[in-house]
């Protein structure tokens, strides 16, 4: 392991940004100290994303704030833009600050090419922060990788789902959920 690299805070990220060191249609996240760069956006990862969002929507309705592609603070280093996080409601949508670990119920990634990253690198960030919940939608293979009971070593629990199974999120034990409903007809 590298001991003489130099993490960069999320204060520091956001200071960069601030000061134009990015490009506007640049997408990035800050993960574990370190600036990387997001995937492009491909058709099907897009729609994957509205589906599940119109879907979430119609079964949670008000009892959350649902935000795509939106930072949530893990900790003092991390800041990623999960596809789709479900959290908790704040009385100012979270003018103030980004949700943090403590305010989400589920966090979801929708993998077409990125599936590696999301269950190596992801996983563990979610799961060191507390992330209770973490799905990752694979387009591609048609399942659902869902993670629980998070640890600092990574999650204790994880579950490779077929496209017939029906799940629901820990938070939300009456929201049923096919995951065929969440991927493209066939």
Not at 61 to 90: F, H, T
């Amino acid at each position: 392991m590298l001991t003489n690299i130099r993490l960069i805070s999320v204060q520091e990220y956001h200071q960069m940004a601030e000061m134009g060191i990015f490009h506007p249609e640049e997408r990035l996240e800050l993960i574990a100290g370190q600036i990387v760069r997001m995937s492009a956006k491909g058709t099907a990862h897009e729609s994957a994303i509205t589906r599940t969002e119109r879907l979430l929507r119609q079964r949670l309705g008000d009892k959350v704030l649902l935000r795509i592609q939106s930072p949530v603070q893990l900790d003092d280093y991390s800041e990623p833009e999960p596809d789709i996080s479900v959290v908790k409601l704040d009385p100012l949508d979270y003018e103030d600050h980004h949700p943090n670990a403590s305010q989400v119920y589920l966090l979801i990634e929708i993998a077409d090419s990125s599936l590696k990253y999301d269950r190596e690198v992801k996983a563990i960030a979610y799961a060191k922060s507390g992330i209770i919940e973490y799905w990752i939608l694979d387009v591609t293979g048609r399942k659902l990788y869902m993670y629980r009971l998070p640890s600092p070593d990574g999650y204790h629990s994880e579950s490779i789902l077929a496209e017939d199974v029906t799940i629901s999120p820990l938070a939300f034990s009456d929201c049923a959920i096919a995951i065929r409903e969440l991927l493209r007809k066939v």
